[in-house]
């Protein structure tokens, strides 16, 4: 079960960085840089860190590849000492949990096993499956570890989930919460109904994924007519790859949109407009130009220009930057350098690096 702080802390909202991997020259876990970039999350303000998710890349799932256990075991330690000694509440730690249901169920395990606190559960390899099973998977796992459903983009995941899942999927009593990620409205408003029908939506905490429309799926109150009666819920927070680096203004972004809701105070026009840019900043950063295909070595250039890492490896020889994605980053950060958070991270980078 999910301890009462951490639940709370999680239906409060929070940003929760989707946790990408350092690798090293040898595509070998750099440890120094995969512990600098948990202490940069951690300083930045984030309630929380998403490991062994697709910005972690899935190959780490990969028994052959054997990475899931050490960078899972690494992102814990390393959180639990910074929290300690920055006297920091201890992080909301979710584990990706991907595969069949043996290989689910053995993740499940091994993440409660190394204390973290929920899974997030991805169906892909479940492409096929009827709403009965995936259903049955679902409950298999909540059984290990509370659940946070994952709706990932069709364009990575090769899935559709529909309006019938979701409504079943939300009776599974250990689910805590929901990221949605679709990348797309009619998807988003399928999970958001299901909620408002099921009656839990003050138990399950619903966190946004589309890194598209980050500001105004935050922004939005969500209302809708169950038995003659209105429902409200709100996207809490985010668990974004796109909050995976320039983490500090993520923080400060998620503390404006809350003090807006706080007040029910009418939205400043620089809200929408700052909704723009962050929706332009990672058109390049995930880059949606060519259908997402360098979105992991988008994250790593950004965080490679800021020290935090070395190089743009991935596991994957087929995940590299695209044919001018980089030109696209620079110029992003060069002409919206108030979405960047450089300055926080030049001034504490050598401590972060030398713990």
């Known amino acids: 079960m999910l301890d009462s702080s951490k639940r709370s802390r999680l239906r409060q909202g929070c940003v929760i960085p989707a946790h990408p991997l350092a690798l090293d020259e040898q595509n070998h876990i750099d440890e120094r840089r995969q512990r600098a970039l948990t202490r940069y999350y951690l300083a930045a303000g984030a309630g929380g860190l998403a490991v062994g998710v697709h910005t972690t890349q899935f190959a780490i799932h990969d028994p ?24 920091l509440d201890e992080p909301i730690m979710i ?61 990575i995941s090769g899935m559709i989930l529909p309006g019938a899942f979701w409504g079943q999927f939300v009776e599974i009593p250990n689910v805590v919460g929901i990221k949605i990620a679709p990348f797309h409205r009619y998807q988003t408003l399928d999970v958001l109904e299901a909620v408002a029908m099921s009656g839990r939506a003050e138990e399950i905490a619903l966190y946004t994924g589309n890194d598209d429309n980050i500001v105004l799926d935050l922004l939005t109150r969500h209302a809708f007519t169950v038995q003659d009666r209105d429902v409200s819920i709100r996207i809490v927070g985010g668990l ?30 620089e809200m929408l407009t700052l ?15 060519h259908n997402f295909t360098g979105c992991i070595p988008g994250i790593s250039h950004v965080l490679k220009r800021q020290g935090l890492l070395a190089n743009t490896n991935s596991l994957d020889p087929h995940e590299r930057l695209s044919p001018g994605q980089a030109e696209r980053i620079d110029s992003i950060i060069e002409n919206y350098p108030h979405l960047t958070d450089d300055e926080f991270v030049q001034a504490n980078l050598q401590t972060w690096m030398n713990d």
């Open 275 to 289: 909704a723009s840019q962050v929706t332009l900043a990672n058109k390049a950063i995930f880059d949606a130009d």
């Open 95 to 155: 584990a990706g949990i991907v595969g069949q249901t043996d290989q689910a169920l053995r993740e499940a395990e091994l993440a409660v096993e190394l204390g973290y606190d929920i899974g997030l559960l991805s169906l892909t390899a479940l492409k096929g499956k009827s709403i009965g099973e995936l259903i049955e998977h679902a409950q298999k796992i909540a059984q290990v570890i509370p659940v946070m459903g994952f709706y990932l983009q069709s364009a």
């Open 64 to 87: 052959q590849v054997g990475l899931y256990r050490s960078v899972l075991e690494l992102a814990r330690e390393t959180a639990s000492a910074s929290g300690a000694s920055e006297g």
């Open 240 to 269: 974004l790859g796109q909050w995976a680096c320039w983490t500090q203004r993520a923080v400060e972004l998620l503390e404006d949109i809350r003090a807006i809701r706080d007040e029910d105070s009418p939205v400043p026009p």
